[in-house]
């Protein structure tokens, strides 16, 4: 199956950094919107940022907003994620996915979901 592969979560401290990768190995992300999702325990699946294929347009949920930062690069087939200022909501497990839409449409299908990396945030 084609999946995705997410690397870079780890346990860090209240205000302190961490740089997710998601990775496509044996196909090419050059045509898809890319989005970075995440699931804190006993609750839904929060999309929290989609990076456009070309890199170009990026959006970013409320409750990450000017904290994480979302980018590309196509020649290398991998997506990152930066998280600065984290808090201990962030904790959770984070996944991404590739869709044949745009980040701009909401109703845009996610596929070739990850095993995903978990993301701990506490002292």
């Known amino acids: 199956q084609l999946q995705l592969v997410e690397s870079g979560g780890g346990l860090v401290q209240p205000g302190g950094s961490l740089r997710l990768s998601c990775a496509a190995s044996?196909?090419?992300?050059?045509?898809?919107?890319v989005g970075w999702f995440r699931q804190a325990p006993g609750k839904e699946r929060e999309k929290i940022s989609c990076?456009?294929?070309?890199?170009?347009?990026?959006i970013y949920a409320d409750s990450v907003k000017n904290r994480f930062t979302i980018s590309r690069d196509n020649s290398k087939n991998t997506v990152w994620l930066q998280m600065n200022s984290l808090k201990s909501e962030d904790t959770g497990d984070y996944y991404c996915?590739?869709?044949?839409?745009?980040?701009?449409?909401?109703?845009?299908?996610?596929?070739?979901w990850g095993q995903g990396t978990q993301v701990t945030v506490s002292s």
């Open positions: 044996g196909f090419s992300l050059d045509n898809n919107a």
């Open positions: 990076i456009s294929s070309n890199g170009l347009f990026t």
């Open positions: 996915a590739r869709t044949t839409g745009g980040c701009r449409n909401q109703r845009a299908l996610f596929g070739s």
